[in-house]
């Protein structure tokens, strides 16, 4: 499903979420879609899914808006960090109801999902651990196989053995039926590999659009002597500095060999890393 946003805007009172922002999910994805809190990346994802209007701007889906179209909310499907369900209901109920909203659900993938995670259906939501509640939210985004299916903090609670086997199921089920997945995490270094494309949001302006393998082939950080390093990076794009006791690390656009060619030490830029420099505050990105 084409998604377009179009100098996407959300006010709250005076101050923006999000600031006209534009682009393009032109086809089926892992997105990892990142920034610091406050970014804008919730108040995208609630106006991706139809559950709130923007202010100006707008988000079309296969060329239609998706707030109030049941059509376009059954092919969306949005997993917070909590909240998503309602605390008195029983998981089997949870599974039941969404099993219904989604035509794309897949039975036995639930209760396969059910069985790894160890999930009590008769428990019910108020009784769960945050692991668990954030499990289920996990099984629920999987089993509908939605178009579009938005991960947002998913794993909150889960240890990492957990966390790790999400990710797996996520890649296999991907692999065997491709689907837009948008990813937004505060863990990159644990899922920037499952990424095809990432985006980075900073006090609601988009400020990173690119494939993630153009991302980690682009960019390197190069350290080396102080004034040398200053001198190779004079006309190149510069993403950040660190200084230390006349040595400097410069995080750059550039090749790895290339500096490696000019006698530095060169290495790439994690994507987490990257994110860092593009949003930090006082640099500006």
Not at 48 to 59: D, F, Q, R, T
Not at 83 to 108: A, E, G, M, Q, R
């Amino acid at each position: 499903m084409r998604i377009e946003v179009k100098n996407l805007s959300k006010k709250y009172k005076k101050q923006h979420a999000l600031n006209n922002v534009s682009f393009t999910l032109e086809e089926p994805k892992i997105y990892g879609l990142l920034g610091r809190n406050g970014a804008g990346k919730t108040t995208f994802m609630d106006i991706l899914s139809g559950n709130i209007l923007a202010s100006e701007g707008k988000i079309l889906i296969n060329g239609k808006n998706p707030f109030d179209n049941q059509e376009l909310t059954e092919s969306i499907c949005l997993m917070k960090e909590g909240d998503n369900f309602k605390k008195d209901l029983k998981v089997k109920n949870v599974l039941k109801i969404f099993s219904y909203f989604y035509p794309t659900w897949d039975h036995k993938l639930a209760d396969d999902l059910i069985n790894e995670y160890n999930l009590n259906l008769n428990a019910k939501i108020k009784s769960l651990s945050k692991g668990m509640e954030s499990s289920l939210g996990i099984i629920v985004g999987l089993a509908s196989k939605a178009p579009i299916t938005i991960f947002d903090e998913p794993y909150i609670g889960l240890d990492a053995p957990s966390r790790q086997k999400f990710y797996e199921i996520l890649l296999e089920e991907y692999q065997t039926e491709k689907r837009t997945i948008i990813f937004s995490t505060h863990l990159i270094d644990e899922v920037s590999l499952l990424f095809e494309e990432v985006l980075i949001l900073q006090e609601g302006s988009l400020v990173l659009q690119e494939n993630a393998d153009t991302l980690r082939d682009s960019t390197c950080a190069v350290s080396g002597n102080t004034e040398e390093v200053e001198l190779y990076i004079k006309d190149k794009e510069v993403i950040g500095k660190k200084r230390l006791a006349g040595t400097m690390t410069a995080y750059i656009y550039g090749s790895i060999e290339e500096a490696k060619k000019q006698g530095f030490t060169a290495e790439g830029v994690p994507i987490q890393e990257l994110m860092i420099y593009l949003t930090d505050g006082k640099r500006g990105a």
